[in-house]
């Protein structure tokens, strides 16, 4: 017989169903890093991606680098690093990451930043083989006749190849935000008040782990599911044929979901 789970079902109906004010803070807190470190992400991934098909060798090398590095060690690390070990790896004179920063009026944890560098740099590496990949699905003749008409090569590349590399660039793209948006909770280990985190502190002081980490996992369930759905839509956009193709409505969203492994 399998014992039934001594958990206190109010607390997760609680934090489910009405959720307090500091928990919508959080949450909007993880969304707001995942979309901030999501496009840098993707933004240092077509530099990289860009560098990585560059004519001149030690651009190729330097971009092959930041690849193998970032993708060969965990993410964990990579935060602990940008957060406590750049200042003393860089020797810098003053604080990179201060405890807080005033933009816009609005009062912004160091940490938090330092959080959301350190995953769009993780992105970067993962962004960058995606769009080279996209960038080479692209007949090459596109770009020599993109050149032959009189267009320079960023220009050809602008107009002529990355709308057409989009439609292979876009669906890995949404499963990395997927991922992304899971990867906030990591941010929790260097102090970042996201969902994640208020979890934690509300299991510290009431020693009920499985129902508050089971709320919060509801939640992020609730944000990726809705992030699939508008996937879902963009795709559709770029290609009609491509849920007829797949099984239907059903198929994409479990593979979206599944998206990559972190």
Do not use: C
């Amino acid at each position: 017989m399998v014992p039934a789970i001594n958990a206190d079902w109010s607390i997760v109906a609680e934090r489910i169903f009405s959720p307090d004010a500091i928990f919508w803070r959080a949450l909007a807190t993880t969304v707001t890093i995942a979309v901030v470190a999501q496009v840098a992400g993707v933004l240092l991934g077509l530099l990289s991606a860009l560098a990585g098909l560059s004519r001149f060798w030690p651009i190729r090398a330097l971009a092959a680098a930041y690849v193998l590095v970032i993708r060969g060690t965990p993410l964990i690390v990579q935060i602990f690093f940008v957060f406590y070990g750049v200042n003393l790896f860089l020797g810098l004179p003053f604080n990179l990451f201060p405890r807080e920063v005033e933009i816009l009026g609005l009062t912004i944890p160091g940490a938090a930043i330092a959080g959301t560098v350190a995953l769009a740099i993780n992105e970067g590496a993962y962004m960058s083989e995606i769009i080279r990949a996209g960038i080479q699905s692209v007949d090459p003749g596109q770009m020599e006749a993109a050149l032959s008409v009189g267009m320079t090569r960023p220009l050809a590349m602008r107009r002529i190849v990355l709308p057409q590399a989009a439609r292979v660039i876009v669906p890995p793209l949404g499963n990395e935000f997927n991922g992304m948006i899971k990867n906030t909770s990591l941010l929790a280990f260097i102090g970042v008040y996201e969902m994640f985190f208020d979890a934690e502190v509300h299991y510290s002081t009431t020693f009920k782990p499985v129902e508050y980490f089971l709320a919060v996992a509801f939640w992020y369930l609730v944000l990726t599911t809705i992030w699939t759905l508008i996937q879902m839509q963009i795709e559709r956009r770029l290609n009609p044929a491509e849920e007829t193709r797949e099984g239907g409505v059903m198929a994409r969203v479990r593979r979206l979901q599944w998206g990559r492994a972190h």
